[in-house]
């Protein structure tokens, strides 16, 4: 498989990214054009894998939940998010444009006797077991996904851009990347700042987001099979599927709009156990935002959920400008 893999990435290569970069005078950035593809393939096997696989097992289980045609509109607007990020080049444009940022930072703090963080040398020689830091990295990006999330849950602004992602009342394997571009662009410069810091290689970067995307996908689907066996492994999706539960997983307890929130693991449960935020209920609730009613046009939602964050913005600044 990776035999073909390879194979098909060098025919596309030779075949039509270097023909095209060199009619448009582009060949100085012909080694970004070669993760840029790597990225677009591994985007079109995750919407094979979700449309073909991950879609099937949960359709039937869907019609049991009552699902109407509003929610099948709802839905598309998931898939047109699905491939316009699956498919994108946020965080590799960012990790690519950061790069030169810290090779020069490094360049000064190597000057001042300063080592910038990397895990080459903290742990000599684990670049050589590539299978052993690929584990590593994931591990530590996901934390980070960790700290990300819970406080995109703490601060009201940020809370609404990240709200059009928890809006979605049809929690389906396409949800995953319902989200506000502000929000992914956030995210992009932090995660591509961190993977930098530690010294990961933009093609391992662009890999181990893809795994996540895709293990993403599945948690957000409606399964009746809690996955019991794996929830201390992995965030199954009825442990993330309380996350998404309507005044339960992004509210106090009690405290009806008041932010907090449980469950906030990305890809392992354990930040959620280590910090007391994991809630291990597999009973059905119903997913959404009580309070917001979001639109079906994608433009409409960007715009809606906006002009929301901006609405929590002004409130902040003039209540501490009564102080």
């Not at 995660?191 to 181990?208: D, H, N, R, T």
């Not at 307890?253 to 907090?260: D, E, M």
Request: aromatic share 16%; hydrophobic share 45%; net charge negative.
């Amino acid at each position: 498989m990776m035999n073909f893999y390879d194979d098909l990435h060098e025919w596309l290569m030779q075949q039509i990214v270097a023909p095209l970069f060199f009619d448009l005078d582009l060949m100085n950035y012909i080694e970004e054009s070669s993760l840029g593809l790597d990225w677009f393939m591994l985007g079109v096997i995750q919407l094979i894998i979700i449309a073909f696989i991950f879609r099937p097992l949960e359709t039937k289980e869907l019609k049991q939940s009552g699902m109407d045609g509003r929610g099948e509109i709802a839905i598309r607007s998931d898939i047109i998010y699905s491939f316009f990020h699956r498919l994108g080049l946020f965080r590799l444009f960012f990790f690519l444009t950061l790069e030169p940022i810290f090779i020069g930072f490094g360049s000064l703090l190597h000057d001042l006797r300063f080592q910038r963080l990397n895990l080459e040398n903290l742990i000599p020689g684990i670049s050589s077991l590539p299978l052993l830091s690929f584990l590593i990295y994931l591990i530590i990006l996901d934390f980070v996904d960790y700290l990300y999330h819970r406080l995109s849950h703490r601060f009201n602004w940020w809370w609404q851009l990240h709200a059009l992602h928890h809006s979605q009342r049809y929690l389906t394997t396409w949800s995953d990347n319902r989200n506000h571009l502000i929000d992914d662009l956030l995210k992009a410069v932090v995660f591509s700042s961190v993977a930098l810091m530690i010294g990961i290689e933009p093609s391992q970067f662009v890999l181990l987001l893809a795994l996540s995307h895709l293990i993403q996908s599945w948690q957000h689907g409606y399964f009746l099979s809690k996955f019991h066996f794996l929830k201390y492994l992995i965030v199954t999706p009825s442990f993330h599927r309380y996350h998404h539960a309507m005044r339960l997983g992004y509210e106090l307890p009690g405290k009806p709009g008041v932010l907090g929130g449980c469950n906030f693991g990305v890809l392992f449960p354990w930040w959620d156990l280590l910090f007391q935020t994991a809630v291990f209920d597999s009973s059905y609730h119903p997913t959404g935002v009580d309070s917001i009613e979001p639109a079906n046009n994608l433009l409409k939602q960007q715009l809606q959920f906006f002009q929301r964050s901006l609405h929590e913005i002004k409130k902040s600044l003039s209540q501490k400008g009564t102080l």
